[in-house]
């Protein structure tokens, strides 16, 4: 009887495999597809590519500011301008690759450890449509942000949780290189350590906890002493802005029903998957993590949300549906016909195809402040990058400035949107991010000075005092400034100087004649 059992797992073996390979080689391929890099990650890139000049992480040349929110991702960029300055490739290449790993090292654990071949095949195939078919889910494992890191680490602590016997260090391991990579996903994690602390609360089992999280010791104690706080700057500018908690609350709300609203499926059964896997799950780390991930949703929502739809959602998400999955494939014998399996995957497969087939018009698509980034930054696809065999970002003014720099001598300008403009401008212009995510002071300055009272989320803009601006010799407080950097009117440099005095605020909105 044995003998027959192991000769028909065996004789699945092939098939089933071809299946589960199939579904995450056609979902690697529609990340690809859906390949850009957004406009915020060449922020990270001007740091990166700041730092192997010689220049240090940073925006502006000689401002120590920690502008960015993910710092291990950040010199993973770093490394990829070794190879190429072209922030696209680097974006596409890196995303697609983790993306590859994230679900081939997740799925080929899995299979490794189910009971029945079949369970995992079904496992796979329904983590494979769910990552599919959530339109910011595969927008952003290329975008240049680090989701796509964040979910592949996220899957190596998923794994290690559902190990027979989990070792102390890799989990304190796993879970610090996610906050390394994003600070923020502490509060995914936190319950988690809390319940590691006390599973392991022998000697040696405290020390293996705490060697894991040498990653976020080593780099607290760098930002602390290259930047002078752990805290980032980005954090000081976007959180606590809004009048009261309420306000911010219902912000977030509305972050969190928009991203409901345009991908009700992925979510539902997100959700259905966490239920299924805290029903059956009976390990405290594994429930810590569930807690966790309602937790980082709970904060979300507490700071207001963001205007990328879904961005932020990602890590919960994620988590939600590799813990469901994980559940999943370690069930028991699946006592139904191999071809009902096979049925079930064609459909999964082809219900995930119609949605990522499912385009919306750009209307639709920017709601409440609150925008689909990939179709706003068309120009920046690797589609459009293959049919024009370069990347459309107007580099013009760059160039411009770079002339009147050359002729007139150091140049500095203030702008709303900093990514593509700094990274091509980063060895010539300092420029000045009036949402303050770069800039320490700006983003120190009282909410009394916030232009609205409930601003965009991300986008606090404040009234700046015009001298701050003009002691940065910052050209663009003109109007016109831009025609006379064109034709290079080094006048604009003395006309600056005449303000540094000024007890005048500027409102960017309205430049000074």
């Given at each position: 009887?044995?003998?027959?059992?192991?000769?028909?797992?065996?004789?699945?073996?092939?098939?089933?495999?071809?299946?589960?390979?199939?579904?995450?080689?056609?979902?690697?391929?529609v990340v690809y597809w859906y390949g850009w890099v957004s406009d915020d990650a060449m922020i990270t890139f001007r740091y990166a590519a700041n730092l192997l000049a010689g220049r240090g992480p940073v925006y502006n040349a000689g401002e120590q500011v920690q502008g960015y929110t993910h710092p291990l991702w950040m010199f993973l960029l770093s490394f990829g301008l070794v190879f190429t300055k072209n922030p696209l490739i680097?974006?596409?290449?890196?995303?697609?690759?983790?993306?590859?790993?994230?679900?081939?090292?997740?799925?080929?654990?899995?299979?490794?450890?189910?009971?029945?071949?079949?369970?995992?095949?079904?496992?796979?195939?329904?983590?494979?449509?769910?990552?599919?078919?959530?339109?910011?889910?595969?927008?952003?494992?290329?975008?240049?942000?680090?989701?796509?890191?964040?979910?592949?680490?996220?899957?190596?602590?998923?794994?290690?949780?559902?190990?027979?016997?989990?070792?102390?260090?890799?989990?304190?391991?796993?879970?610090?290189?996610?906050?390394?990579?994003?600070?923020?996903?502490?509060?995914?994690?936190?319950?988690?350590?809390?319940?590691?602390?006390?599973?392991?609360?022998?000697?040696?089992?405290?020390?293996?906890?705490?060697?894991?999280?040498?990653?976020?010791?080593?780099?607290?104690?760098?930002?602390?002493?290259?930047?002078?706080?752990?805290?980032?700057?980005?954090?000081?500018?976007?959180?606590?802005?809004?009048?009261?908690?309420?306000?911010?609350?219902?912000?977030?709300?509305?972050?969190?029903?928009?991203?409901?609203?345009?991908?009700?499926?992925?979510?539902?059964?997100?959700?259905?998957?966490?239920?299924?896997?805290?029903?059956?799950?009976?390990?405290?780390?594994?429930?810590?993590?569930?807690?966790?991930?309602?937790?980082?949703?709970?904060?979300?929502?507490?700071?207001?949300?963001?205007?990328?739809?879904?961005?932020?959602?990602?890590?919960?998400?994620?988590?939600?549906?590799?813990?469901?999955?994980?559940?999943?494939?370690?069930?028991?014998?699946?006592?139904?016909?191999?071809?009902?399996?096979?049925?079930?995957?064609?459909?999964?497969?082809?219900?995930?195809?119609?949605?990522?087939?499912?385009?919306?018009?750009?209307?639709?698509?920017?709601?409440?402040?609150?925008?689909?980034?990939?179709?706003?930054?068309?120009?920046?696809?690797?589609?459009?990058?293959?049919?024009?065999?370069?990347?459309?970002?107007?580099?013009?003014?760059?160039?411009?400035?770079?002339?009147?720099?050359?002729?007139?001598?150091?140049?500095?300008?203030?702008?709303?949107?900093?990514?593509?403009?700094?990274?091509?401008?980063?060895?010539?212009?300092?420029?000045?991010?009036?949402?303050?995510?770069?800039?320490?002071?700006?983003?120190?300055?009282?909410?009394?000075?916030?232009?609205?009272?409930?601003?965009?989320?991300?986008?606090?803009?404040?009234?700046?005092?015009?001298?701050?601006?003009?002691?940065?010799?910052?050209?663009?407080?003109?109007?016109?400034?831009?025609?006379?950097?064109?034709?290079?009117?080094?006048?604009?440099?003395?006309?600056?100087?005449?303000?540094?005095?000024?007890?005048?605020?500027?409102?960017?909105?309205?430049?000074?004649?």
């Amino acid at each position: 009887m044995m003998q027959r059992m192991r000769r028909l797992a065996q004789s699945q073996r092939l098939p089933i495999a071809v299946t589960a390979i199939t579904a995450v080689a056609m979902t690697v391929l529609v990340v690809y597809w859906y390949g850009w890099v957004s406009d915020d990650a060449m922020i990270t890139f001007r740091y990166a590519a700041n730092l192997l000049a010689g220049r240090g992480p940073v925006y502006n040349a000689g401002e120590q500011v920690q502008g960015y929110t993910h710092p291990l991702w950040m010199f993973l960029l770093s490394f990829g301008l070794v190879f190429t300055k072209n922030p696209l490739i680097v974006s596409v290449v890196f995303g697609g690759a983790l993306t590859f790993a994230t679900l081939g090292v997740f799925g080929y654990t899995l299979a490794r450890r189910a009971r029945d071949p079949l369970v995992a095949t079904l496992a796979i195939l329904i983590m494979a449509a769910l990552f599919a078919s959530s339109e910011a889910w595969r927008s952003f494992q290329t975008s240049g942000l680090e989701n796509s890191l964040t979910h592949f680490f996220i899957a190596l602590l998923v794994l290690e949780l559902f190990r027979e016997r989990t070792r102390p260090f890799w989990i304190s391991l796993f879970a610090s290189l996610v906050v390394v990579t994003r600070p923020d996903l502490t509060l995914l994690v936190a319950p988690l350590g809390l319940v590691a602390l006390y599973e392991y609360r022998t000697r040696e089992g405290l020390l293996a906890l705490v060697a894991g999280t040498t990653p976020v010791l080593l780099w607290l104690a760098f930002a602390l002493v290259y930047y002078g706080t752990i805290v980032p700057n980005t954090a000081n500018a976007k959180i606590g802005v809004y009048a009261s908690l309420g306000v911010s609350i219902d912000l977030g709300w509305a972050y969190f029903s928009d991203w409901l609203s345009y991908e009700p499926a992925p979510a539902a059964m997100a959700a259905a998957l966490t239920i299924i896997g805290a029903i059956f799950s009976r390990r405290r780390l594994q429930l810590a993590l569930v807690a966790g991930g309602v937790l980082y949703v709970a904060y979300v929502i507490g700071i207001g949300g963001d205007f990328m739809r879904g961005r932020l959602i990602m890590a919960a998400f994620v988590t939600a549906v590799l813990f469901g999955t994980a559940t999943i494939a370690q069930a028991p014998s699946l006592r139904v016909p191999r071809r009902a399996v096979f049925g079930c995957g064609a459909v999964i497969l082809a219900v995930t195809g119609v949605f990522v087939a499912m385009e919306r018009s750009q209307d639709d698509l920017i709601r409440h402040g609150i925008v689909n980034e990939r179709v706003y930054y068309e120009r920046y696809h690797l589609t459009n990058y293959i049919s024009t065999g370069r990347l459309l970002i107007n580099g013009r003014l760059a160039k411009q400035l770079q002339a009147y720099e050359a002729a007139c001598g150091e140049v500095s300008i203030h702008a709303v949107v900093i990514g593509a403009l700094g990274y091509q401008t980063r060895d010539v212009v300092d420029v000045i991010d009036i949402v303050g995510l770069t800039d320490a002071y700006i983003a120190s300055l009282p909410n009394e000075t916030l232009l609205q009272k409930r601003p965009r989320p991300g986008h606090p803009l404040h009234a700046v005092p015009l001298s701050y601006l003009a002691r940065r010799g910052d050209i663009s407080i003109f109007d016109g400034w831009q025609q006379a950097v064109a034709i290079e009117d080094c006048g604009l440099r003395e006309r600056v100087k005449t303000l540094v005095d000024s007890k005048e605020s500027f409102d960017f909105r309205h430049p000074l004649p």
